[in-house]
């Protein structure tokens, strides 16, 4: 039986986005009772935000184009990603995971996580995004004040997030305000 079987998609998304601990997290994971990593986690955080954040039409190629979220750096992901959103659909788009450990491999993302390993590459990373209609999700200390739109980070045994909806805005993207109560929201303090 899948998550979506044994738990409706909002009463998942509360779950995931209220930041329930890893260990209570376990039960709903998989039926194939994997235990549930930080990753797991995240990935499916990852895949909750492209239901809750509107993109411009601008921001894919064309009307069917498939909605790339990509991994920029080391992946810490393992298959959790293509688990939790392999080839769904989601606002008409199919999903689509890409990796790579150059930015410009990576043509045509709506999602980009930008993996702790490019920490001493992040402040011109991020510039190089900016204005651009990317989300881009990290987990290193103090993405979201440095431009990133969302950091996620490990509290109390919980994950959370917080926000930078000023990176956003920049970018022509429009967060949920059903997302942004559930965040920690931060100032942006990069921004081109």
Known sequence: MSVHARVTRGSLLLLLLAGWSLPIWEGYAHSEKLSASEHQIKAAFLYNFVQFIEWP??????????????????????????????????????????????????????????????????????DLLAGSSVLTVGDTDQFAHLGGMINLYVEENKVRFEINPQAAERSGLKISSKLLKLAKTVPGTSGK
Do not use: Y
């Open 57 to 126: 039409a601008s921001a894919f190629k064309d009307a069917h184009s498939d909605f790339s979220l990509c991994v920029l750096g080391d992946d810490p992901f393992g298959t959790a990603l293509e688990r939790t959103i392999g080839g769904k659909i989601v606002k008409g788009r199919r999903l689509a995971v890409k990796r790579s450990g150059r930015l410009h491999d990576l043509t045509d993302c709506q999602l980009m996580f930008i993996s702790s390993s490019e920490r001493d590459h992040l402040t011109k990373t991020l």
